[in-house]
């Protein structure tokens, strides 16, 4: 089973950022403050759309048809979806 990236501190609620990484191969580690990319910082369910979004070529008429919902729906979800965007690079 994989382990889900944690983005929230279970102590105070506030954003999580990367201090180490390791190679797993060489065993190489690297050490620094590095905030995570604002694509990581998104929910699941936001992440998951972006993906079906890209996978669908930009398309929201295909993403509606796949998603079975109507274009105005898909279209307000990619807004809300600009807008975490947004918040997060702040």
């Excluded at 929230?8 to 995570?36: F, K, N, W």
């Excluded at 699941?44 to 919902?69: N, P, Q």
Aim: hydrophobic share 40%; glycine share 6%.
């Amino acid at each position: 089973m994989e382990k889900k990236l944690p983005k929230i501190c279970p102590s105070c609620g506030g954003m999580l950022r990367v201090h180490a990484m390791r190679c797993a191969a060489c065993d190489t580690s690297i050490e620094g403050d590095y905030r995570l990319p604002a694509l990581l910082r998104l929910s699941d369910e936001d992440r998951e759309f972006v993906r079906d979004f890209v996978l669908c070529r930009g398309s929201l008429k295909e993403m509606a048809s796949r998603m079975g919902l109507s274009y105005p729906t898909v279209r307000n979800r990619l807004d809300e979806v600009i807008a975490a965007l947004n918040k997060s690079n702040v």
